[in-house]
């Protein structure tokens, strides 16, 4: 937000039109010709344009594209989700991790699929409304005078967030009725990493001197890959350039270009593939 859209905002250069749904992408003899969108008001809109970028993330822009009537095979398909799950310890000492900038320290020697397929990050631990209804050990989800102890120790937890590479096995799907699910089964190989990066986690923190281990369920950190560039079109949904295959003028300009999933945070990258798509239009 602060990167690119206030400053060519400020200057002029972009106009917002904020709080407003995108029905589809409109197109016509194979080329994109523009957008229709619905206003705050409920009143919808067409915007004429020779190029259209769609960023709304991997879990939305494959949604825009089938609802815009594209059903080539990959999109939509090899969803990332980089599942992760935080790892706390109980120490007899104050930790005050919530008063320490949330990734100060990473552990990457499991980084690579061959060495492990998962990073480690720390310190980190919720806020305590977020710490309270996540919180689990061997005897399921806490809950009643367990729950209570445990958040009245709040300031001596400390988090270990351990991120898993996957292997981008989920996808977006739209239904006949126009509504969207996310459909994930994780092989053998990404179970597998989730299970080590939660081992190694608790052998860190016992290892330090924690009393007690406690975790949270999974979730999903960073969403990638949904609209994957390649040349191939059965395997991708845009070229190399970000353009969607067979539609001239359609680019995507988010994560969901990324082929499968990183292994650290993707924010420089969706940027970096952000700056190098506006370089490429700019040549065009």
Same mark, same amino acid.
């Given at each position: 937000m602060n990167t690119y859209i206030a400053d060519s905002w400020a200057r002029g250069l972009l106009e917002l039109r904020p709080e407003s749904w995108v029905d589809g992408v409109l197109l016509d003899g194979g080329a994109a010709t523009g957008v229709e969108y619905t206003d705050p008001a409920g009143e919808r809109h067409t915007v004429h344009a020779d190029t259209v970028v769609v960023a709304g993330g991997a879990l939305n822009t494959? /949604?825009?594209?089938?609802?815009? $009537?594209?059903?080539?095979?990959?999109? &939509?398909? %090899?969803? $990332?989700?980089h599942p992760v799950r935080l790892v706390y310890g109980l120490f007899d000492e104050p930790q005050d991790a919530h008063m320490t900038y949330p990734v100060s320290?990473?552990?990457?020697?499991? /980084?690579?699929?061959?060495?492990? &397929?998962?990073?480690? @990050?720390? +310190?980190?631990? /919720?806020?305590?409304?977020?710490?309270?209804?996540?919180?689990?050990?061997?005897?399921?989800?806490?809950?009643?005078p367990r729950l209570t102890d445990a958040v009245s120790k709040f300031r001596?937890?400390?988090?270990?967030?351990?991120?898993?590479?996957?292997?981008? %096995?989920? /996808?977006v799907v739209v239904d006949e009725n126009g509504m969207?699910?996310?459909?994930?089964?994780? %092989?053998?190989? @990404?179970q597998q990493r989730i299970e080590d990066s939660f081992a190694f986690s608790r052998r860190v923190l016992e290892a330090a001197g924690a009393t007690k281990v406690c975790w949270t369920g999974l979730s999903s950190t960073h969403v990638q890959g949904s609209c994957r560039?390649?040349?191939?079109? @059965?395997? +991708?949904?845009?070229?190399?350039?970000?353009?969607?295959?067979?539609?001239?003028?359609?680019?995507?300009?988010?994560? +969901?270009?990324?082929?499968?999933?990183?292994?650290? %945070?993707?924010s420089l990258t969706i940027m970096a593939l952000a700056t190098r798509l506006a370089d490429h239009l700019a040549e065009q």
């Open positions: 494959p /949604q825009i594209l089938k609802r815009s $009537g594209l059903d080539a095979p990959a999109i &939509g398909k %090899n969803l $990332g989700i320290s990473h552990c990457m020697a499991y /980084q690579h699929d061959e060495d492990g &397929g998962y990073v480690i @990050e720390a +310190s980190t631990i /919720q806020d305590p409304i977020s710490f309270a209804t996540t919180l689990r050990d061997e005897d399921g989800p806490m809950w009643g001596h937890w400390i988090g270990l967030l351990a991120m898993v590479n996957d292997e981008n %096995n989920a /996808q969207e699910r996310f459909e994930l089964d994780f %092989n053998e190989r @990404e560039m390649g040349d191939d079109p @059965e395997r +991708s949904a845009v070229d190399r350039t970000g353009k969607v295959h067979g539609v001239d003028g359609l680019y995507v300009g988010d994560g +969901s270009l990324v082929p499968r999933t990183l292994s650290v %945070n993707p």
